[in-house]
């Protein structure tokens, strides 16, 4: 390992294992290779027999957490989160490796066995950014602040949980107190160019700056453009950023959602219907995908289908009047008055503009 031979350093230590099965230190450096070759469930089983065998070692609590973070099991890494800050201080010599938030390599050596308890922290509010929880996240995010004042990624995951909470002055400054620690943080730029309501070139710019100087499969920056370039009229340009994000990513269920908004702008009504399918095949039934799926069906003259999303989005969110519009034109446009007119006259109370103007001229003289 100390030659950077990783390979060999894998082989040997399975070797190892195989006739020392209780050596807690090879499971940890066999834990470590298989992070850095991308295999973390295995690495994750690593670090589950070494926690068996010694329940309260905080560098493996640590490093566990973090792997089941990348996996996506976010309550579990917030517990191990949570028993590495209840850890007993100890000596240890085990290094970490914490790859910076933007993905684009080491921003940072720290040992687990700290008096500074920063990681733990920033790691908890990563969690809580994940599950959508983002007044604990910043709660988390503050404390780990508090702890270490000269790390910019604590304020742009701070930012991030704060523009979530539509606070968007907040997180401007979030940012901008990150790029006063880091004047290059891309992550940082990027969100400030999305915040701005004075977009121009110079943003994107820097937008297209990030991903060359971004890690190599990371989908991050491609994101962020692709997002910056649908809000700022170029969906041609937004359907090649987020189809970069796909290839790296399928399993990104906003990137798929976001796609379909701008293969809708461009009337590919077929290709937004697709995208928009696929966002809820990864994350389940969405009141505001269903909206918009429904819309493409509707302008594609597929009214039957069109119904039963307007249906569903109004069934998971019965606050938005867009939902009664929409099935109320819909069951007009089938033929069906006696049922469109309570729709529309629900969306009308509502507030919705739109839907007055329909329901007077369909519905108000019957009334």
């Given at each position: 390992?100390?030659d950077?031979?990783?390979?060999?350093?894998?082989l040997?230590?399975?070797?190892w294992l195989m006739?020392?099965?209780g050596d807690?230190?090879?499971y940890?450096?066999r834990a470590?290779?298989?992070?850095?070759?991308?295999?973390?469930e295995?690495?994750?089983?690593?670090y589950?027999i070494?926690?068996?065998?010694?329940?309260?070692?905080?560098?493996a609590?640590?490093?566990r957490?973090?792997v089941?973070?990348r996996l996506?099991?976010?309550?579990?890494?917030k517990?191990?989160?949570k028993?590495?800050?209840?850890?007993?201080?100890?000596?240890?010599?085990q290094?970490?490796?914490?790859?910076?938030a933007?993905?684009?390599?080491?921003?940072?050596?720290?040992?687990?066995q700290?008096?500074?308890?920063s990681?733990?922290f920033y790691?908890?509010?990563l969690c809580?950014?994940?599950?959508?929880?983002n007044?604990?996240?910043?709660?988390?995010l503050?404390s780990?602040?508090?702890y270490?004042r000269?790390e910019?990624?604590f304020?742009v995951?701070?930012?991030?949980?704060?523009a979530?909470?539509?606070?968007?002055?907040?997180?401007?400054e979030?940012?901008?107190?990150?790029?006063?620690i880091?004047?290059?943080?891309f992550?940082?730029?990027q969100?400030?160019?999305?915040l701005s309501e004075?977009a121009?070139?110079g943003?994107?710019?820097?937008?297209?700056?990030?991903?060359?100087?971004?890690a190599p499969?990371?989908?991050?920056?491609?994101?962020?453009r692709g997002y910056f370039?649908l809000?700022n009229?170029?969906?041609?340009?937004?359907?090649?950023?987020?189809?970069?994000v796909?290839?790296?990513?399928?399993?990104?269920?906003?990137?798929?959602?976001?796609r379909?908004?701008a293969?809708?702008?461009?009337?590919n009504w077929d290709?937004?219907?697709?995208d928009?399918s696929?966002?809820m095949?990864i994350?389940g039934?969405n009141?505001?995908?269903?909206?918009a799926?429904?819309q493409?069906?509707?302008?594609s003259?597929?009214?039957?289908?069109?119904?039963a999303?307007?249906?569903?989005s109004?069934f998971?969110d019965?606050e938005?009047?867009?939902g009664?519009?929409?099935?109320?034109?819909?069951?007009?446009?089938m033929g069906?008055i006696?049922?469109?007119?309570?729709?529309?006259?629900k969306?009308k109370?509502?507030?919705?503009?739109?839907?007055a103007?329909?329901w007077?001229?369909?519905?108000?003289?019957?009334n």
């Amino acid at each position: 390992m100390e030659d950077e031979d990783n390979g060999k350093a894998f082989l040997l230590f399975n070797s190892w294992l195989m006739d020392h099965p209780g050596d807690t230190e090879a499971y940890w450096y066999r834990a470590v290779l298989l992070e850095e070759f991308e295999q973390y469930e295995t690495a994750l089983a690593d670090y589950n027999i070494l926690l068996e065998m010694n329940p309260h070692r905080a560098e493996a609590l640590m490093a566990r957490g973090r792997v089941r973070y990348r996996l996506g099991q976010y309550e579990k890494a917030k517990e191990d989160f949570k028993a590495f800050l209840l850890a007993p201080p100890g000596e240890t010599t085990q290094i970490i490796y914490r790859k910076s938030a933007t993905g684009g390599g080491i921003s940072q050596i720290f040992t687990a066995q700290t008096e500074n308890p920063s990681q733990a922290f920033y790691h908890l509010g990563l969690c809580s950014i994940a599950l959508e929880e983002n007044e604990e996240a910043i709660s988390y995010l503050d404390s780990a602040i508090h702890y270490n004042r000269g790390e910019a990624d604590f304020y742009v995951e701070k930012g991030k949980a704060q523009a979530q909470m539509g606070e968007n002055e907040l997180a401007l400054e979030s940012y901008e107190r990150a790029l006063e620690i880091n004047p290059d943080h891309f992550l940082a730029i990027q969100r400030i160019a999305f915040l701005s309501e004075n977009a121009d070139e110079g943003a994107l710019e820097e937008l297209t700056r990030a991903i060359m100087e971004s890690a190599p499969g990371n989908p991050e920056p491609f994101k962020q453009r692709g997002y910056f370039r649908l809000m700022n009229s170029d969906p041609e340009g937004a359907i090649e950023d987020f189809s970069e994000v796909l290839l790296l990513d399928p399993e990104d269920l906003e990137t798929w959602y976001y796609r379909g908004k701008a293969n809708a702008s461009l009337k590919n009504w077929d290709n937004a219907e697709t995208d928009y399918s696929n966002s809820m095949e990864i994350g389940g039934p969405n009141a505001e995908v269903f909206l918009a799926r429904g819309q493409a069906r509707y302008i594609s003259k597929k009214l039957d289908a069109a119904l039963a999303d307007f249906t569903m989005s109004i069934f998971h969110d019965q606050e938005n009047p867009s939902g009664y519009y929409h099935r109320g034109i819909t069951l007009q446009r089938m033929g069906n008055i006696a049922e469109a007119c309570p729709d529309l006259l629900k969306a009308k109370e509502m507030g919705m503009e739109e839907a007055a103007t329909v329901w007077e001229k369909v519905c108000a003289k019957g009334n």
